[in-house]
């Protein structure tokens, strides 16, 4: 994979030339301090610090909220009566003084307040809710800390908890481009990544015509289905997370060498159809091969479905994404709604971190392939491929005693037996 492949599939780059047909979009450009808390540094070091040391492992801390709003419920156990809890205003004050946060001191925890005014304000634009994602990767891997196990994001703290636990994100940050065959690491660095302003006029939030214009998708599509993500299964270019948590461990960390990273925030569509999903294979400027986008799962309407959607695919290729994408070899994800109409999601550079999904690379890259087209359905119940979708840490599974959760569940009874004896107090 050459790197100007990879940098031509970043969101920020295609969607201004597709933004017609693809889904509404906020693109913000990330500040450097922002990116050294992703990458699990200190936002804001020490200028006195010895740039040398050996840097202690940080704490997870999500950034300070400035905006005065609760981000999250409150903690809350398994106990008392739940019913009794739901009916007060217990968990559910007006008041941020009703909520402890023990890290509200803590002295290395983070504030971003302009890029948290700008990201609050695209959201709202968007309708209340987006998906986030780098400048390849969604956190479709982290979706086990959210509260629906999806990546939907309603302010910016969801978005910064999202990112920062995902090792997709992680692997844009660290691996992207140095996965690539002729990248050369840059001597020295530059000023990373202007100041955000939640200004569009300073170029955080693009205008209304950058956002759908007027055949773009701001009517969603008419079967109210979603186009973003479902369980981290949609509108998400790969990665994989074994090979990043692999190669975070052979040394390969975030270097700020002045590489610009960005935050898109995609319009949220609840009620995705995961079957309406179709992953395209394009090799020397030729679509050889369709594969469902969701390989995991067999959908009895598909196979039939499959011969009314792949000339529609064929057609949106060749008028639509051929003329205007420059690279010869790539993939691209799009959604058909119920109406027909064919929907841009995603570019994702060819081989590398990119799933086949239901082909091989072997097989996508044999000669003579590319006479006519392939469409590739789960036919049948059990003709599932697993293993293509990221799963849960172990340590989310590991409930003995000194784990995670056994420590998560003690903070919780210590959180809970806290506010119980000051509702007692009060009384």
């Known amino acids: 994979m050459l ?15 597709f933004r017609r047909y693809s889904i509404p979009t906020f693109v913000i450009p990330l500040p450097a301090a922002f990116l050294r808390y992703l990458a699990g540094k200190p936002a804001y070091p020490d200028a006195d610090a010895d740039a040398d040391a050996d840097e202690e492992p940080l704490p997870f801390l999500l950034p300070a909220i400035t905006s005065g709003r609760q981000p999250f419920a409150p903690i809350h156990a398994h106990r008392p009566d739940p019913v009794s809890l739901l009916n007060s205003e217990f968990f559910f004050g007006s008041s941020a003084d009703d909520i402890h946060d023990p890290d509200a001191e803590h002295p290395l925890r983070p504030a971003f307040p302009e890029l948290e ?17 780098l400048n390849w990767s969604a956190p479709k891997d982290a ?44 001597q020295g660095a530059r000023r990373n990544a202007r100041k955000v302003s939640a200004n569009a006029e300073e170029g955080a939030l693009p205008n209304d015509n950058e956002t759908g214009g007027s055949e773009g998708i701001n009517e969603g599509p008419s079967d109210s289905s979603e186009i ?10 790969e990665c994989d997370a074994e090979d990043t948590r692999e190669q975070e461990s052979n040394g390969d960390t975030w270097v700020d060498d002045g590489f610009q990273y960005y935050l898109a925030l995609r319009k949220w569509y609840p009620g995705i159809r995961p079957e309406s999903e179709f992953r395209c294979f394009v090799r020397e400027r030729k679509l050889i091969a369709v594969s469902q986008r969701d390989a995991s799962a067999y959908y009895p309407s598909l196979p039939g479905w499959s011969s009314e959607v792949q000339p529609k695919i064929e057609s949106f290729f060749e008028d639509v994404i051929e003329p ?5 070899n790539y993939t691209f994800d799009v959604y058909v709604r119920a109406d027909g109409r064919v929907k841009l999601i995603d570019f994702n ?15 996508l890259e044999e000669e003579g392939r590319g006479q006519e087209l392939e469409f590739r359905v789960v036919m049948q119940q059990g003709a599932v491929r697993p293993g293509l979708m990221t799963a849960v840490p172990y340590d989310m599974l590991d409930w003995g005693e000194g784990s995670g959760w056994d420590a998560l569940l003690k903070k919780a009874d210590e959180e809970l037996d806290r506010q119980m004896n000051s509702l007692a107090d009060d009384s």
């Open 324 to 328: 205007q994408f420059a690279s010869n």
């Open 143 to 186: 979706t086990f800390m959210s509260a629906d196990g999806t990546t939907r994001c309603t302010c910016f703290a969801e978005v910064a908890m999202l990112l920062r636990s995902s090792d997709c994100v992680a692997h844009d940050l660290a691996s992207a481009r140095q996965s690539c065959e002729d990248f050369v690491c840059p």
């Open 3 to 17: 790197l100007e492949e990879l940098l031509r599939c970043q969101i920020h780059e295609w969607y201004p030339a």
């Open 117 to 133: 005014a700008a990201i609050d304000a695209a959201i709202a634009e968007l309708g209340g809710a987006a998906l986030p994602k």
């Open 228 to 237: 973003g993500e479902d369980g981290g299964k949609a509108n998400a270019v």
């Open 349 to 363: 550079p060819w081989g590398a971190y990119t799933l086949p999904l239901l082909f091989s690379w072997e097989e």
